[in-house]
């Protein structure tokens, strides 16, 4: 299969359910045609990585291998290991960008987005020298603040720092708003 992560969506819906799924079931989990799921269970089976039980084509029910068990597990590892490449090739151009500011003399600085490297920004820049006065975001929901820097929400926006550092894009709706200098630190696809 061409396909690693539907291969492993496959194999984590039949182990899930210990063969009380049929393709009908599977193809409304994983949001994909029946024929798809069919073609999958079919090859995944020829390769030994299910057993198919059942007289009936309606009634079919779809069960793991040992064999299967350790293609998920694979699969799983293979996937972590390509997305921790990517998050550190993420990682690393932050922590390239961010070190500008260091090297520009900026010495206060907000934020705008909360994402997965939103605390790894805020680190890299309080060992840099540099304050980081607030974190925007477009909508509270529940966070109160990260030690002592406060969220703020986007439409509360003071620019009482040098630069504001984007962890995602801004709203639309307040692009116009930001007078002060932006330095773009989202992955651009």
């Known amino acids: 299969m061409e396909d690693p992560i539907f291969e492993y969506q496959v194999l984590d819906a039949v182990h899930d359910n210990k063969g009380r799924l049929t393709q009908r079931h ?5 949001g994909r045609s029946v024929s798809s799921v069919n073609f999958a269970l079919r090859l995944l ?6 057993k198919i039980s059942g007289a009936n084509p309606r009634n079919l029910r779809y069960h793991l291998t040992p064999k299967g068990v350790l293609q998920k597990s694979v699969l799983a590892y293979n996937f972590m290991k390509r997305q921790r490449a ?3 090739e993420v990682r690393n151009g932050l922590l390239k960008n961010l070190r500008k500011l260091s090297e ?6 907000s934020l705008y987005g909360w994402t997965p490297f939103t605390e790894t920004a805020i680190l890299s820049l309080i060992l840099d020298g540099i304050e980081v006065s607030a974190i925007y975001v477009d909508r509270l929901n529940g966070l109160d603040g990260w030690n002592r820097i406060p969220f703020r929400s986007v439409d509360d926006f003071k620019d009482d720092f040098e630069v ?4 995602e ?21």
């Open 26 to 30: 599977i193809s409304k989990r994983l």
């Open 45 to 50: 089976a020829a390769k030994g990585f299910i």
């Open 86 to 88: 990517l998050y550190e």
């Open 104 to 109: 520009e003399g900026i010495r206060k600085v």
């Open 164 to 167: 504001l550092v984007l962890m």
């Open 169 to 189: 894009p801004l709203p639309g709706r307040i692009e116009e708003k930001i007078a002060v200098k932006t330095l773009a630190c989202y992955p651009i696809p």
